[in-house]
């Protein structure tokens, strides 16, 4: 199957405007038409998934452009590659547990304020009652 830039921005939930910026930083693979508009494959869908992927890890344009060099090398870079993946996976597992560790906290305030409004704790998180408090 083959896509114009609208169609590939619209099934991959992108603007047409990255895509072409894609294009032009060399790491979407195209064809021309005859009119010289690009089009897309459905290898050009993979290395988009792949891009915006790596895009999401906060991996720069420039550490992509690297990767695709050393996946269009071949399986003498196979080695490299891989470690490229291993460091994003590790920065990947980093920002999840990060991640975590805010939703922990958030849920601890979600059940904290509950207690609050239950009537199960008093209201320790008024700070206009501390600082009259505080002034007795």
């Known amino acids: 199957m083959t896509y114009t830039v609208k169609e590939l921005a619209d099934k991959m939930g992108t603007t047409q405007h990255t895509i072409r910026f894609y294009t032009d930083q060399g790491l979407l693979p195209c064809q021309r038409d005859k009119n010289n508009h ?20 906060g991996i720069s344009i420039e550490d992509i452009q690297t990767y695709c060099r050393l996946c269009e090398e071949g399986d003498g870079k196979l080695p490299e590659r891989y470690g490229f993946i291993l460091k994003q996976r590790e920065l990947a597992y980093r920002r999840l547990k990060e991640a975590q560790d ?9 059940r904290h304020y509950e207690d609050i409004i239950s009537h199960i704790i008093p209201d320790d998180t008024n700070m206009a009652d501390k600082k009259n408090l505080s002034h007795s």
Not at 38 to 57: A, G, M, P, T, Y
Not at 102 to 110: G, L, P, R
């Open 38 to 57: 690009r089009i897309f494959d459905d290898e050009s869908v993979n290395w988009l998934n792949s891009i915006q992927c790596l895009r999401k890890c």
């Open 102 to 110: 805010v939703v922990n906290y958030m849920e601890q305030k979600v």
